[in-house]
């Protein structure tokens, strides 16, 4: 167990819908990173936050949009989804955010767009 | 710009024997490299961290390294066990859209059979 919660596990929604994807760190972490998986394409980084500020961003599309609480939790907001944007999508967490942290990941939440 | 680059091919070895997975990076000098495990369906797991003035770093039966000037890491696993089967991704910070990401390679599936 990496400590990071994410939920909901299973997500299934239909074209045009929205939905949020939720995070909670690990215990101590102030970074929290979100990534989209599919089979074709990787591990996609889309955002990072530290304490709250959006610190790097990835080729996040505009119609999704993350933030972080002061509580350190995250969500993961997507819009208007599309067919395409199923997908396995990952929370990461880490302790700050230097260039030689490691991540702590999620177990991932599977969104299917019907 | 950057890419990260794995052998897409999957790697069949035999108990006992020595995994070499091979990650290429262009046109980037990432300071540090960090190497991952994933299983099918949950997030990737932190294997080891090298630095660039790191030639190589082991840890029991893993060993990486890290040539900055073929822009190439090496990672291998002695011994390999089939427990060792699993996707192996290598990742690295590089700038992104905004601030340093930690992008990741797609990833080299190895399968170790007994």
């Known amino acids: 167990d990496s400590g990071v919660t994410q939920t909901p596990k299973h997500l299934i929604t239909a074209t045009g819908q929205r939905v949020t994807l939720r995070c909670s760190p690990r215990s101590g972490d102030l970074s929290v990173y979100w990534y989209q998986q599919s089979l074709d394409q990787g591990l996609q980084f889309l955002i990072q936050?530290?304490?709250?500020?959006?610190?790097a961003k990835g080729n996040i599309l505009e119609r999704f949009s993350a933030q972080q609480f002061p509580d350190l939790h995250s969500e993961l907001n997507l819009s208007s989804l599309e067919l395409g944007d199923s997908a396995l999508y990952f929370c990461?967490?880490?302790?700050?955010?230097?260039?030689?942290?490691?991540?702590?990941f999620g177990s991932g939440t599977q969104l299917s767009v019907l | 710009s950057q890419k990260i680059e794995q052998n897409s091919e999957a790697l069949n070895i035999q108990e006992g024997k020595t995994a070499t997975l091979t990650c290429n990076y262009t046109?980037?000098?990432?300071?540090?490299l960090q190497w991952y495990r994933q299983d099918p369906g949950r997030g990737p797991v932190f294997l080891l961290l090298i630095r660039e003035n790191e030639k190589e770093k082991r840890k029991e039966r893993l060993k990486v390294t890290f040539d900055t000037t073929l822009k190439q890491s090496l990672f291998h696993i002695t011994a390999s066990q089939p427990a060792d089967s699993a996707t192996y991704l290598c990742?690295?910070?590089?700038?992104?859209?905004?601030?340093?990401?930690?992008?990741f390679g797609k990833g080299t599936s190895l399968l170790v059979t007994p």
């Open positions: 990742a690295l910070r590089t700038p992104g859209n905004s601030g340093y990401a930690l992008n």
């Open positions: 936050y530290y304490n709250g500020e959006e610190r």
């Open positions: 990461a967490s880490s302790v700050g955010q230097a260039t030689n942290e490691k991540l702590f």
């Open positions: 046109n980037y000098s990432p300071a540090y």
